[in-house]
């Protein structure tokens, strides 16, 4: 084998395997600890005197719902067994198992600058190692794929250079202005994602060569 990371006699597809299983434990264990996070009141009438932390609570399990829906397509897409990206994919991992710290964090310190700007890092952290791995899955997997499959790889870039800009946005923008306007970037993402895959379904002819690394 390639790599020093597998045992001898194991094959390469049998470790994306466990090496998916064990990334599926570490999304579910990082949305079991989400509740853990919001810690019980001093008294009853306070459970519904905060509903930001309900929000915030929500808005991150539904984070990690996508970030593992994005993790288990790039497995299919993009992922193979090699040092570089068995790397990054544990790096990848270790940034979702602390978001549930970064929620408590940005509840605990909700409005401040440092609670959203820790969260957003945190977010960035999750962002870059899946960066990497579609990145060099789009110059070394797509050209094996159908299209269909190359599409949604291409698609899938797309997407993450979009969130990544608009983390960084938002950081910048925490730093210059506070938090106030820290959200404009994420609510203009969500209209630019479905701008960028309309885009796409309406042109796929133009992106595939893109996509495979040579011309058709």
Not at 18 to 46: C, K, M, T, W, Y
Not at 53 to 61: E, H, P
Not at 206 to 215: E, I, K, M, N, V
Request: hydrophobic share 50%; with cysteine; glycine share 6%.
């Amino acid at each position: 084998m390639p790599t020093r990371m597998l045992d001898d006699g194991e094959s390469r597809e049998r470790f994306k395997h466990r090496l998916e299983a064990f990334s599926d434990i570490v999304f579910g264990l990082s949305l079991s600890q989400l509740s853990l996070q919001l810690a019980l009141p001093a008294h009853p009438a306070d459970l519904f005197n905060s509903p930001l932390r309900y929000a915030i609570f929500f808005g991150t399990f539904a984070i990690i719902c996508a970030v593992w829906l994005s993790h288990h397509r790039m497995f299919q897409l993009a992922f193979e067994p090699d040092p570089p990206d068995i790397t990054l994919n544990f790096v990848y991992l270790a940034f979702v198992a602390i978001l549930p710290f970064a929620m408590q964090v940005n509840v605990r310190f909700g409005g401040s600058a440092v609670g959203f700007g820790f969260y957003v890092v945190d977010f960035i952290g999750i962002s870059l190692p899946m960066f990497g791995l579609l990145q060099r899955g789009l110059g070394r997997r797509s050209p094996h794929l159908s299209d269909e499959q190359r599409l949604q790889l291409w698609r899938a870039v797309l997407r993450n250079r979009l969130i990544l800009g608009a983390s960084f946005a938002s950081l910048i923008l925490i730093l210059l202005v506070g938090v106030v306007f820290a959200w404009i970037p994420f609510t203009l993402i969500s209209v630019g994602a479905s701008l960028v895959r309309r885009r796409v379904n309406s042109v796929p002819a133009r992106y595939r060569p893109l996509a495979s690394g040579s011309p058709r």
